[in-house]
């Protein structure tokens, strides 16, 4: 697991990645008499990074004339430790945190932006954040994001638009496999299940054994559940929580007569062995080790947003299948870039004056191309270097502006970037201006070979998607919400396991299953989530 979320982190942050030059907005908050101001700092620490000593915290010190007073975690129980934090009454300036481990949730923003502990930022962005204001201006998803139904802003997301994770519900085939068979890339659900029957069959890995794994995943939440790429033939599956938005109104796509038969063709491949068992039950570890097997290559197909989670990089033999056209769709699963909603950074009322106009401008710092990258890879010569002649950016047509810079294990400078916790403003703009090797296969090549597979998913989604991830839900109904979509995820979850796997059947069970929704009041769920989205989508405009 260590191995797979690394390689995830990688292939997600746009770490280890430049700088553009003269930030030239770094002018300080001190006080009065001229002294550094110090600000309170609560942060999650990652290992091999100590703040305190960070090259970047010291930049910002000189850069700001600020004294940070860390208020230091580790990264266990690191949520546990914030509520704490903030219910001693004893909390700091500001919380600047890691959005993969703990930050403020929606509903924590609206609850302590009520309460005054969280200072709204609008006015300071107006007056000291020229970059914030300029991101928000010319980008509404960010404004969604960050904007509450009250109008004001608690706290900064970690805006980091991942083109690939994006559309995380990716399947990958041995095209090796597809060669030696002479079969062509699937194009429809039923394609796909005569490949699948072939893989099981014909013996591709040629050891004269049926030991081939035709198809498999996993469970955790990478893309490596194989449902939603299947069911995307049938109606659209966001691998969360069911929903789908038409002309507005959400509703569930888990009672639909379309679901149904989408689970009736999943169950055909699981009857006729195409599906390995495991895939509902294993973690990523059992996964990785039927795609890497050392005595043959046995996978056929493996779901995942990235090929590296389940098999060697270096392998040339999985590549991209295109979304399935099934009887009634040909959908994609998309999540607008795997934003996690929320606040990796916000302002608490203990800040003075001049404390909040130096963090405001800290943050301003770190939306521009420069402050971003010296933030996440150090100065220049550190973590990143200048493009040179004849290399080639990610995007298509874009001139490269910056390179990552790799070290072998153990060499190189260390503890210059804030890691994850750097993350602010990385719009794919400026993603899309890395470096990237042309060989899609070699290991510079691997951000452009996922760039190149989730081109063959993009705009795919459906016209209207639900936008879990930026609403705001009412605080006096987060409880609410939150305990009716557990039951009620949990419900089909369970029931679209046991329909495949045929411990209960579809045409005797369904109407039951049907009506097990309604009582675990699906229709309460939707009004809530509706409201919420009406209200996220006024407070944006």
């Given at each position: 697991?260590?191995?797979?979320?690394?390689?995830?982190?990688?292939?997600?942050?746009?770490?280890?990645?430049?700088a553009?030059?003269?930030?030239?907005n770094a002018?300080?908050?001190?006080?009065?008499?001229?002294?550094?101001?110090t600000?309170?700092?609560?942060?999650?620490?990652?290992?091999?990074v100590?703040?305190?000593?960070?090259?970047f915290?010291?930049?910002?010190?000189?850069?700001?004339?600020?004294?940070f007073?860390w208020?230091?975690?580790?990264?266990d129980?690191?949520?546990e430790?914030?509520?704490?934090?903030?219910?001693?009454?004893d909390?700091p300036?500001?919380?600047?945190l890691?959005?993969?481990?703990?930050?403020f949730?929606?509903?924590?923003?609206l609850?302590?932006?009520?309460?005054?502990?969280?200072?709204p930022?609008?006015?300071l962005?107006?007056q000291?954040?020229?970059?914030?204001?300029?991101?928000?201006?010319?980008?509404?998803s960010?404004?969604?994001y960050?904007t509450?139904?009250?109008?004001?802003i608690?706290?900064?997301?970690?805006?980091a638009?991942?083109?690939?994770c994006?559309?995380?519900?990716?399947?990958?085939?041995?095209?090796?496999?597809?060669?030696?068979?002479?079969l062509?890339?699937?194009?429809?659900t039923e394609?796909?299940?005569?490949?699948?029957?072939?893989?099981?069959?014909?013996?591709?890995?040629?050891?004269g054994?049926?030991d081939?794994?035709?198809?498999s995943?996993?469970t955790?939440?990478?893309?490596?559940?194989?449902?939603?790429?299947?069911m995307?033939?049938?109606?659209?599956?966001?691998?969360?929580?069911y929903l789908?938005l038409?002309?507005?109104?959400?509703?569930?796509?888990?009672?639909?007569p379309e679901?149904?038969?989408?689970l009736?063709?999943?169950?055909?491949?699981?009857?006729?062995?195409?599906?390995d068992?495991?895939?509902?039950?294993?973690n990523a570890?059992a996964?990785r080790?039927?795609?890497?097997?050392?005595?043959a290559?046995i996978?056929?197909?493996?779901?995942?947003?990235?090929?590296?989670?389940?098999?060697?990089t270096?392998?040339?033999?999985y590549?991209?299948?295109?979304?399935?056209?099934?009887?009634h769709?040909?959908?994609?699963t998309?999540n607008?870039?795997?934003?996690v909603?929320?606040a990796?950074f916000?302002?608490?009322n203990?800040?003075?004056?001049?404390?909040?106009?130096?963090?405001?401008?800290?943050?301003?710092y770190?939306?521009t191309?420069?402050?971003?990258?010296?933030?996440n890879?150090?100065?220049?010569?550190?973590?990143?270097?200048?493009?040179?002649?004849g290399?080639?950016?990610?995007g298509d047509?874009?001139t490269?502006?910056?390179?990552?810079i790799?070290?072998?294990?153990?060499?190189?400078?260390?503890n210059?970037?804030w890691?994850?916790?750097?993350?602010?403003?990385m719009?794919k703009?400026?993603?899309?201006?890395?470096?990237?090797?042309?060989?899609?296969?070699?290991p510079?090549?691997?951000?452009?070979?996922l760039?190149?597979?989730?081109l063959?998913?993009?705009?795919k989604e459906p016209?209207?998607?639900?936008?879990?991830?930026?609403i705001?839900?009412?605080?006096?109904?987060?409880?609410?919400?939150?305990?009716?979509?557990?039951?009620i995820?949990?419900?089909?979850?369970?029931?679209?396991?046991?329909?495949?796997?045929?411990?209960?059947?579809?045409?005797?069970?369904?109407d039951?299953?049907?009506?097990?929704l309604?009582?675990?009041?699906?229709s309460?769920?939707?009004?809530?989530?509706q409201?919420?989205?009406?209200?996220s989508?006024?407070?944006?405009?």
């Open positions: 697991m260590i191995i797979v979320f690394s390689v995830v982190l990688t292939a997600c942050g746009g770490g280890n990645n430049s553009s030059s003269g930030s030239g002018a300080g908050g001190s006080t009065e008499s001229g002294k550094p101001v600000v309170s700092l609560f942060a999650q620490q990652e290992a091999g100590d703040l305190k000593t960070n090259t915290s010291t930049f910002l010190e000189k850069q700001f004339n600020v004294k007073d208020q230091v975690i580790p990264t129980g690191a949520q430790k914030r509520q704490i934090s903030l219910a001693s009454g909390y300036d500001a919380y600047f890691t959005e993969y481990i703990d930050q949730t929606p509903a924590d923003l609850k302590y932006g009520k309460q005054g502990v969280l200072v930022l609008n006015d962005i107006d000291y954040a020229p970059h914030i204001k300029a991101a928000m201006e010319s980008n509404p960010l404004r969604s960050i509450a139904p009250d109008g004001n608690y706290g900064l997301v970690a805006y638009e991942c083109f690939h994006s559309y995380p519900n990716k399947m990958w085939i041995n095209t090796k496999w597809l060669d030696k068979l002479k062509e890339m699937p194009k429809t394609d796909f299940k005569k490949v699948l029957e072939a893989f099981k069959t014909q013996d591709p890995n040629g050891n054994k049926a081939e794994v035709p198809l995943g996993s955790e939440t990478f893309g490596v559940h194989i449902v939603p790429f299947l995307n033939g049938f109606i659209y599956d966001d691998d969360t929580n789908q038409k002309d507005g109104k959400v509703d569930s796509v888990a009672n639909k679901w149904k038969e989408g009736e063709y999943i169950k055909s491949l699981y009857d006729e062995g195409l599906i068992p495991g895939a509902f039950t294993q570890d996964f080790k039927i795609g890497d097997n050392a005595s290559e996978l056929g197909a493996g779901a995942g947003m990235h090929p590296a989670i389940f098999v060697n270096n392998t040339k033999d590549n991209p299948v295109p979304p399935l056209t099934g009887p769709a040909n959908y994609a998309h607008d870039g795997g934003i909603p929320g990796k916000v302002i608490t203990k800040a003075s004056k001049e404390a909040q106009i130096a963090l405001i401008k800290i943050a301003d770190m939306y191309p420069e402050g971003q990258t010296i933030s890879s150090g100065q220049e010569g550190e973590g990143w270097r200048k493009p040179k002649e290399e080639q950016a990610l047509g874009v490269p502006q910056f390179a990552s790799s070290y072998p294990t153990g060499e190189g400078p260390t210059y970037g890691g994850g916790m750097s993350h602010m403003y719009p703009t400026y993603r899309d201006s890395f470096v990237a090797d042309q060989d899609i296969y070699s510079d090549g691997y951000e452009r070979r760039y190149e597979a989730t063959l998913y993009e705009g016209k209207e998607l639900f936008p879990f991830w930026s705001w839900v009412d605080p006096s109904e987060t409880d609410e919400l939150s305990m009716l979509q557990t039951n995820k949990n419900y089909i979850d369970q029931n679209t396991l046991q329909f495949i796997t045929g411990s209960k059947d579809l045409n005797k069970d369904w039951s299953y049907v009506s097990g309604d009582k675990l009041q699906l309460r769920y939707l009004e809530i989530l409201k919420a989205y009406d209200s989508n006024s407070a944006a405009k």
